[in-house]
C-alpha cells in the first residue's frame, strides 16, 4: 500500500532557477493530493513524470500569489489530455472568486467537473481510507495547514484462531478481514475480533507553510511520519521572521521536535538564500531536530507501513 510524498516547489515569494514555488504532493495508491499550486508546478510535475489526470484534490494554504499563481495553468491542461473525473479545489472562501474568474476571464476550456469546497478547521474531506484536517495557522491572511491521515488499519488476521473458532478457508477469512461478524460451521457467531489482532496505526502527513510560530503547531502535526514545514529565514532573522509572520528552520525544528514527527523537511525558502546558503537552514534545524531533511524541488520520500 504505497505512500510518497513529493516536493514539487520550495521556494517562498518568487520562483528561482531550480526552485519553484511551494507546493508538495501526496501520491497514495494511485490517487494524488496536491497541496498548495505555486507557480512552476506544471514543470516538476512534468519532471516527475506524475500524470496530473490522477490528481484528484487540491488543497491551498491561502490566497497569496506564491501559493496560487499555478492553478489556472494546471486546469488548463484539460484542453490537452481527456479528463472526465471531477476535480475537487479546497481553500479559503476567495480561491472559490479566483477560480471563476479565472475561467471566466481566460475563457478556459474546461472539460471535465471543477468543484469548489470552502475550508474550516476541522474534517474537510474523508473517505474509508483517510481523512484530511484543516487548521488554522497565523499568517498576514487567513492561513490553513492541512494534515492528510489514513484510518487504522484492521489487526493481523490470525490464521490459527480462525481455525480454532471452526471458520472455514475461503470467503469467511475475507469477510472477518473486513470487519464482518460470520456463522462457523457450528452456526455460532465469530467476531472479526476473535481473529484480528490490534487495529495497525495508519500514516500521517503534515503540511504547514506561511505563518509564525506558534507551539499549538505541534499539536496538529503530532506524530506525523513526514512534516513539511516552512522555515524560511535562519535565527538571525527572527525579528523579521516574527513581523511578516513566518518561522524560521529552528523553530520549524521546534515544531518537528515537539510533535514528534518522525522526519521534518524543510520548504518555503526565502529567495535571498543561493543554493549553498541554504545549508545554514538546515544546520539550524538538525540542531534541535536531527532527523531534518533540506528539501530540493522534486525530492521524494516514501512512507513506509506501520506495524
Request: net charge negative; proline share 5%.
Amino acid at each position: 500500500m504505497n505512500f510518497e510524498v513529493f516536493s514539487i516547489g520550495t521556494s517562498g515569494m518568487m520562483p528561482l532557477p531550480g526552485r519553484f514555488l511551494t507546493s508538495a504532493l501526496v501520491r497514495r495508491e494511485g490517487e494524488m493530493f496536491l497541496f498548495d499550486c505555486g507557480e512552476g508546478t506544471q514543470v516538476s510535475l512534468k519532471l516527475l513524470s506524475l500524470s496530473w489526470k490522477r490528481i484528484s484534490r487540491i488543497f491551498i494554504s491561502h490566497m497569496h500569489a506564491d501559493h496560487v499563481t499555478g492553478l489556472p495553468g494546471l486546469l488548463m491542461l484539460s484542453s490537452q489530455v481527456d479528463r472526465s473525473e471531477p476535480l475537487t479545489i479546497y481553500g479559503p472562501q476567495r480561491l472559490g472568486e479566483y477560480i471563476d474568474s479565472s475561467r471566466r476571464i481566460l475563457d478556459m476550456y474546461i472539460n471535465y467537473p471543477i468543484i469548489f469546497q470552502s475550508v474550516e478547521e476541522g474534517v474537510v474531506y474523508e473517505d474509508d481510507a483517510l481523512c484530511v484536517n484543516a487548521f488554522m495557522l497565523r499568517h498576514t491572511k487567513l492561513c490553513y495547514g492541512y494534515s492528510l491521515v489514513e484510518k487504522p488499519r484492521p489487526g493481523e488476521f490470525s490464521v490459527e484462531k480462525a481455525l480454532a473458532h471452526k471458520v472455514p478457508r475461503g470467503p469467511l477469512w475475507s469477510a472477518l478481514q473486513h470487519g464482518q461478524s460470520v456463522l462457523n460451521e457450528d452456526g455460532q457467531l465469530v467476531e472479526p475480533s476473535m481473529v484480528l489482532g490490534q487495529k495497525r496505526e495508519g500514516r500521517k502527513f503534515t503540511y504547514i507553510t506561511d505563518t509564525q510560530y506558534f507551539p499549538e503547531l505541534a499539536d496538529y502535526a503530532h506524530d506525523s511520519d513526514i512534516l513539511f514545514c516552512e522555515g524560511m529565514f535562519d535565527s538571525s532573522l527572527e525579528a523579521d521572521a516574527a513581523e511578516k509572520k513566518h518561522m524560521t528552520a529552528a523553530q520549524a525544528a521546534m515544531v518537528a521536535k515537539d510533535a514528534h514527527a518522525a522526519k521534518l523537511c524543510l520548504q518555503h525558502y526565502s529567495p535571498r538564500y543561493s543554493d549553498r546558503e541554504l545549508r545554514l537552514l538546515l544546520e539550524e534545524a538538525k540542531a534541535i531536530f536531527p532527523e531534518t531533511v533540506l528539501t530540493r524541488d522534486r525530492m521524494s520520500f516514501v512512507v513506509p507501513l506501520k506495524n
